[in-house]
């Protein structure tokens, strides 16, 4: 199920996310025009790594370019490929701009960072000895989903579903969408615990969406409320 848009317009113009998005590009072109072994040091130097963080382990010298501490920060510009970058921004321009939105410019940079940490501190926390760095902005994606979900639950999401041989584009409420996304997060976490998690930070999603759904209530305007009805919908379509 991969989310095309959703019917829930926004007040102010997104310059918070188009410009994390416009960033994270910037970042992951760079990344590329590296080489593959230059890519493999950039992201050493600044992905997140557990046992460097928390002192276990320290980085060759020819390595160090940052505070280790700092890397929490970097490692969330960092992305492993086209389709890891891709996905991450798709979500964070359908529903950042609306997270971005309830909470203005300012507060929203700063809600996007703690959760952002908060999900890296949660995946830490299966591994603290990990040597394998950790990039990629998906946890303080899923800090939005994890706000959004209380604060337009009723809005409703483009959906592209496949069905076997059949594809078919509907709407569906994003509280069905989004907390769908989150069970898959708890089972797949679940699932591969122990196990390196297949390459993916399961627990960073996982908490990720639980700041989201712990802070978003300090970081939205006192105007907003929670469950809202979106501020019109459009016109709905299912189809195969």
Do not use: C
Not at 129 to 153: D, K, N, R, V
């Amino acid at each position: 199920m991969i989310p095309l848009r959703d019917d829930n317009p926004t007040q102010i113009v997104p310059v918070v996310t188009v410009g994390l998005i416009v960033l994270n590009v910037l970042v992951f072109l760079y990344q590329r025009s590296l080489g593959t072994a230059g890519a493999e040091v950039f992201i050493y130097q600044f992905g997140a790594i557990p046992a460097v963080i928390f002192g276990s382990q320290t980085l060759p010298s020819e390595l160090v370019a940052i505070p280790a501490s700092f890397s929490v920060f970097t490692g969330m510009f960092l992305h492993g490929g086209f389709m890891h970058l891709i996905g991450n921004m798709l979500y964070l321009w359908i529903f950042g701009n609306n997270i971005e939105d309830a909470m203005g410019h300012g507060r929203f940079v700063v809600f996007y960072l703690l959760t952002g940490v908060a999900a890296s501190m949660a995946h830490f926390l299966t591994d603290l000895t990990s040597e394998i760095p950790t990039i990629g902005a998906s946890g303080a994606i899923y800090g939005i989903l994890g706000a959004y979900i209380l604060l337009y639950p009723r809005a409703q999401v483009l959906v592209l579903i496949f069905l076997g041989f059949f594809i078919r584009v509907m709407y569906i409420p994003a509280g069905f969408v989004l907390g769908f996304y989150f069970v898959i997060q708890i089972f797949q976490g679940t699932l591969t615990f122990g196990q390196g998690g297949g390459g993916v930070a399961w627990f960073a999603h996982i908490g990720g969406f639980i700041a989201g759904l712990l802070l978003v209530g300090l970081f939205k305007q006192p105007t907003v409320r929670f469950f809202n009805q979106p501020h019109h919908h459009a016109r709905r379509i299912n189809r195969w």
